[in-house]
């Protein structure tokens, strides 16, 4: 308790950001974003996606995400292009919250993304939609990822759609659970 009330203390002693969209502080612009999903204006939530700082575009993201509107995609789609790779993350997450199928080759695609974490969201996301052949191939390729934990979300996602346990982390063992009737 000694340790923990000092750093409450100091939290408390902070002023935190409040939610406005004009402010100069990115944090405040943020929080202004992130609310917005409470009203789900989606109208005031598009020019945030252009915004200057990433954490900007983080919480519209986010925001977008929380919505789930499919015809959001259009807007999001650019946001996997984006130079940050939190924002990369984030907009893989988005795709699969708002389930566009015309986002599973966009997802597909960021499993070659330079960032291992995008790698491992896109994978989460892809699984979001489900056994589909498309979404099969795409976690089946991603076993080969040369990072670990994106080879392992690879495994553990194609576990989760399409119901199978197979031990080995590799392409062929799959391939022939996946041939298994």
């Not at 977008?64 to 939190?86: T, W, Y």
Request: aromatic share 4%.
């Amino acid at each position: 308790m000694r340790r923990i009330l000092p750093g409450l203390l100091f939290l408390a002693s902070c002023g935190g950001g409040k939610a406005d969209l004009q402010s100069e502080r990115a944090y405040d612009r943020y929080l202004g974003a992130r609310e917005l999903a409470s009203t789900r204006d989606f109208a005031k939530l598009v020019p945030l996606l252009e915004d200057r700082h990433f954490l900007v575009v983080l919480g519209a993201l986010e925001a977008v995400a929380e919505i789930g509107e499919p015809h959001a995609l259009q807007h999001v789609v650019a946001r996997l292009k984006h130079e940050h790779p939190l924002v990369r993350q984030q907009a893989c997450i988005t795709v699969g919250a708002i389930r566009n199928e015309e986002g599973i080759p966009l997802l597909a695609g960021m499993l070659k993304d330079p960032e291992p974490g995008v790698r491992r969201e896109a994978a989460k996301a892809l699984a979001r939609f489900g056994k589909r052949d498309d979404v099969v191939a795409a976690l089946l390729e991603a076993l080969g990822d040369r990072d670990p934990g994106v080879a392992y979300m690879a495994h553990d996602r194609l576990s989760e759609v399409t119901g199978l346990k197979v031990e080995e982390r590799r392409r062929d063992a799959w391939d022939r659970a996946l041939r298994t009737p």
